[in-house]
């Protein structure tokens, strides 16, 4: 069994950064996919940032500020996210497939808050 722990959320101005951090227990290969998604009030979950093998990807709205780094050693996943934006206000929520990928991931963490103020 994988369990996930999102950590490093809070409060930050405008402009600020944060480093979100994903704890893995249980089996975590370097073939597992990782992403960050995010919810905010009253919006649908949308794509961040996934990391599969050396390979790493972030969505266009994120992809000039937020970096997705695993650490292998630690067993985490990060999130750095930098020049935060008030829209960047959220949930933030990282999961797991393992390979074959699906169209869903096989395991979620509970998600940490952001806010950024303007």
């Known amino acids: 069994q994988v369990q996930l722990v999102e950590s490093g959320g809070g409060l930050v101005q405008a402009g600020g950064s944060l480093t979100l951090s994903c704890a893995v227990s249980g089996r975590f290969d370097s073939s597992d996919r990782v992403g960050w998604f995010r919810q905010a009030p009253g919006k649908e979950r949308e794509f961040v940032a996934v990391?599969?093998?050396?390979?790493?990807y972030c969505a266009d709205s994120v992809k000039d500020r937020f970096a997705i780094s695993r650490d292998a050693a630690k067993n985490t996943v990060n999130l750095q996210m930098n020049s935060l934006k008030p829209e960047d206000t959220a949930v933030y929520y990282c999961?797991?497939?393992?390979?074959?990928?699906?169209?869903?991931?096989?395991?979620w963490g509970q998600g940490t808050q952001v806010t950024v103020s303007s």
């Open positions: 990391n599969s093998w050396s390979l790493t």
């Open positions: 999961a797991l497939d393992h390979p074959p990928y699906g169209y869903e991931y096989d395991y």
